[in-house]
């Protein structure tokens, strides 16, 4: 299925993650670069969030006040838009792109994250670049009738039960990881359910998909190669997923 | 599914739920004996270790205490072992590091040391032959040449274990 076939009006997506992993200098503290990089993505992104490592020690002694040692790390920071639905993260080991529901198309998000990149490879000077990720995060509510759902008018792949008429389904978590043989591109593929809404179940389908290999952080033509050629599989697994009975759902 | 429970840079409620569901699946895992028991042990000896050398001057000669960040890393290192390839005996280091070795004899031995951050640095003896180096460990995979240098150490140079 190509990337125009996939344009739904009513895509489930609740979210997409663009991360670019990183080698950093060997002597990088990220919390150094706190002041500098909220000057630069405040004009967009005027809100942070910092994303702690958070440490508690306890330590015992006999006839002794127990002692409580907490140590905090930063392990990224988090830049969002004034509604919160976009954000650029800088992380200690990389750069990510996070774009929460609504979502329009990836190619409205390009100019952007190429932006942005730009912005964290100045500020961060990561030395190569060493995976490049593409996640999509989807949520679907399959219809059930009298509590039950046919798994199978909806998902090509996934969960069976061994006996199908004295057993009905309450959870499931089905996970499959591969490579795609032309590229190497790997993909993480995740489907699970949560707690029954009314006469809906929901279905979290999170779609994963990386390349490896080291490049310059300069070089966007190399990496934007990449994520088009992620967008192609992650396209492809979730049209390989779903059936067309629930892809109309989303019509 | 060990990787994907540890999470990634997603914050949506969705992503959350379903790293949950997949850290369920790999604790039940982990409290398998067949599944898991050798690693198991392991990491119960390296916590082990580290809480005995969790004070400063755990040495009397003023080491610095094991830093609880390397024992997460060291417990990750070990979560990514290929369950071919041996495991290494523990040994704190006067930094705050731990130290992870495979040792065939006094002359056949690899030691890496594993500290705060993805640096690994690693040492080799091969009778009269020596190396070192260092290498990144994501958390995730291990270095294709940290592998092939435990296994040439330890398999007498069969090495047949690839990286993940």
Redesign the interface.
Known sequence: MSASELRLPNAPIVEAVLDIGCDMPPAFDLAALERPSRDRFRDQYPKLRMQFIHETKIETHPDATPQMSVRHGIQAFQFLHADEKQLVQLRTQGFSFNRLAPYTSLDDYLPEIERTWRLFVGLAKPVQIRVVQLRYVNRILLPTVAGRVQLTDYLKIGPRLPDEERLAFVGFLNQHAAVETDTGNQANIVLTTQPQENDKLPIIFDNCVASAGTAEPEDWPWILARILSLRALKNRIFGNTLTERCLNLFQ | ?NV?ARG?????F??Q??QK??T??VESAERSQALFGEKAAAISQLRALANEC?EQDWDGNEASAID??AVFMAEGFVRAMPDSLPLPEFAPEPDGSISLDWIQSRNRLFSLSVGTN??LAYAWVDGADKGHGVA?F?GERLPRRVIEGICEIMNHGNATIGSR
């Open positions: 599914m994907y990634g840079s997603a914050i949506s969705e992503a739920a379903a569901a997949a369920a699946v969790a609880p960040l993805h640096r990144r994501d």
